[in-house]
């Protein structure tokens, strides 16, 4: 079966998601955690930033610095880039891409549950085993070192890393770079 290539359109599922997105924050039990972690002027990567749920929250938490939103999704940006405005989070920059274990170009899945609704939440590299019918999206995948270079940043403290089971052969340089500078960096 060939699936068809990703094209966004408007449908009342779209707009539903975006509703969510704008006027829910999950992950507020998280908050004292992370106030402990992060300097007010600290860097956060958010890999796999969805439709923004950790970047509002990093956002409000690191104000006086910068959230990188990292989502190759073009559905998830859509719904992310404008949650983020309506939710006044200057300081967070989406990037059009994913992170990963190394750096070239993978093939998004989109799972369809229904005629125009997207199981977004369900979207990840490789094949569809659970859905009948999906679409598909070429996406950009870099690495953490390239990306802190091309940033230009002299210090990262943080990375959220939900990528799908994508996130331990992106974060192991990370991880080992945080072990000798007091970054930390999560996992999911």
């Known amino acids: 079966m060939t699936a068809p290539y990703f094209r966004w359109r408007l449908s009342p599922t779209y707009l539903a998601h975006l509703f969510k997105a704008v006027s829910k924050q999950h992950h507020r039990a998280l908050i004292p955690i992370l106030r402990r972690i992060l300097p007010e002027d600290g860097i956060v990567l958010d890999a796999g930033a969805h439709a923004g749920q950790f970047a509002k929250l990093f956002s409000s938490l690191v104000p006086r610095r910068q959230v990188y939103a990292f989502e190759p999704g073009g559905y998830a940006r859509a719904i ?87 996130g331990c052969g992106s974060c192991a340089a990370a991880w080992v770079r945080s072990a000798t500078s007091g970054r930390s960096c999560s996992s999911s």
């Open 80 to 166: 992310l880039r404008i949650a983020l405005a309506l939710n006044r989070c200057g300081n967070v920059a989406v990037l059009p891409l994913g992170l990963g274990a190394r750096e070239g170009t993978e093939i998004l899945t989109l799972p369809v549950k229904r005629p125009g609704s997207y199981g977004f939440g369900l979207a990840h590299l490789g094949p569809e085993t659970r859905f009948e019918t999906v679409e598909r999206e070429a996406v950009a995948i870099s690495t953490i070192d390239p990306m802190v270079e091309v940033l230009e940043l002299s210090r990262l403290d943080f990375i959220k890393a939900d990528i799908e089971g994508w």
